[in-house]
C-alpha cells in the first residue's frame, strides 16, 4: 500500500494550482480517519501513517501561490499537532507564534473548514492575553 500511494502522490504533482494542495489535505484527513478509527476499534488495519508522511513530504516540496495554498499547508501542520488542541496548555513561542498565524490565515481567507473543531470552540486570542 505505501508503495502505491506514494506513487500516486508522485504522479499527482504534476498537478498545477490551489486545487492541487486543497486535494492533498483531504487526503491527508481521509487517512487521519482512517487512523483514528482503527485506534478507537483497536483493528489491526494497516497504519495510514507512513503515507500521511509521504503526503507531508511532497506538500513541503510544492511552492505556494497564493494566501489558500500557505492556509492549506498550515492546516497541515495543525491537524499534526494534536498537543495543540488544548489552546489553554502552555505553548511553546514558535507553537504560539505559528498556531497565531494559522488563525489569522484561515480568517483572511475564510477556509474556517480548515479548523479542527478545538480550535472553533476556543478563545485564543483572549486565553493570550490573560
Known amino acids: 500500500m505505501q508503495n502505491n500511494t506514494k506513487r500516486r502522490l508522485l504522479t499527482t504533482k504534476a498537478m498545477q494550482g490551489g486545487a492541487q494542495l486543497e486535494s492533498f489535505f483531504k487526503i491527508?484527513?481521509?487517512l487521519e480517519r482512517r487512523n483514528s478509527a482503527a485506534r478507537e476499534d483497536f483493528d489491526p488495519v494497516e497504519d495510514a501513517t507512513p503515507a500521511q508522511t509521504n503526503l507531508m513530504e511532497l506538500v513541503a516540496s510544492i511552492e505556494a501561490k497564493s494566501l489558500e495554498d500557505i492556509a492549506y499547508k498550515l492546516?497541515?501542520?495543525r491537524?499534526?499537532?494534536?498537543d495543540l488542541d488544548d489552546p489553554s496548555a502552555a505553548m511553546s513561542r514558535c507553537e504560539?507564534?505559528?498556531y497565531s498565524a494559522f488563525r489569522d490565515l484561515v480568517n483572511l481567507t475564510g477556509?474556517?473548514?480548515?479548523?479542527?473543531?478545538?480550535?472553533i470552540e476556543s478563545h485564543f486570542y483572549r486565553e493570550q492575553m490573560l
Open 28 to 30: 491527508w484527513l481521509t
Open 75 to 77: 492546516a497541515l501542520w
Open 79 to 82: 491537524w499534526d499537532a494534536p
Open 96 to 98: 504560539l507564534v505559528a
Open 111 to 119: 477556509l474556517e473548514l480548515l479548523m479542527k473543531p478545538e480550535d
